[in-house]
């Protein structure tokens, strides 16, 4: 907090996350964005439901975080391995990143993003 008591976010590069990252054992959305800020860092919390079925009406969905990085735009986090990942409503999560082929439906919904 500077002297006029205002916060003051700022948006990193696109290296300082992942070396943030990458030294770090942080791997929920929450302890990411938890250190974001305690940092002065702007972090979004991106919400990704995805088609699979759930009992009991529960939703599936994917927790990531985005940044705006000053170099490299807009990237997205999955937290747990901290690899970028991209989205798109009425894909695969899995087939739009390279990952093992879900045994379930994991197309993508809805994205929201929450600054």
Same mark, same amino acid.
């Given at each position: 907090? #500077? /002297?006029?008591?205002?916060? =003051?976010?700022? #948006? ?10 990458? #030294? ?14 305690? #940092?002065?860092?702007r972090?979004? +919390?991106? $919400?990704?439901?995805?088609? $699979?079925?759930?009992?009991?009406? $529960?939703? +599936?969905? +994917?927790?990531?975080?985005? =940044? ?5 735009? =807009?990237?997205?986090?999955?937290? $747990?391995?901290?690899? /970028?990942?991209?989205? /798109?409503?009425?894909?695969? +999560?899995?087939?739009?990143?390279? =990952? ?5 439906d ?10």
């Open positions: 907090i #500077n /002297e006029t008591g205002y916060y =003051f976010l700022y #948006n990193p590069t696109y290296d300082e996350v992942t070396s943030t990252l990458a #030294n770090s054992e942080m791997d929920t959305a929450q302890q990411i964005l938890d250190y974001a800020k305690a #940092n002065g860092i972090a979004a +919390y991106v $919400r990704v439901p995805i088609a $699979r079925q759930a009992s009991e009406g $529960r939703i +599936y969905l +994917y927790q990531l975080v985005a =940044f705006e990085t000053v170099d490299k735009g =807009f990237v997205i986090i999955e937290p $747990r391995s901290h690899r /970028e990942v991209k989205v /798109e409503v009425g894909k695969s +999560y899995s087939v739009l990143n390279g =990952f093992p082929a879900s045994p379930d994991d197309t993508i919904t809805k994205v929201t993003v929450v600054w």
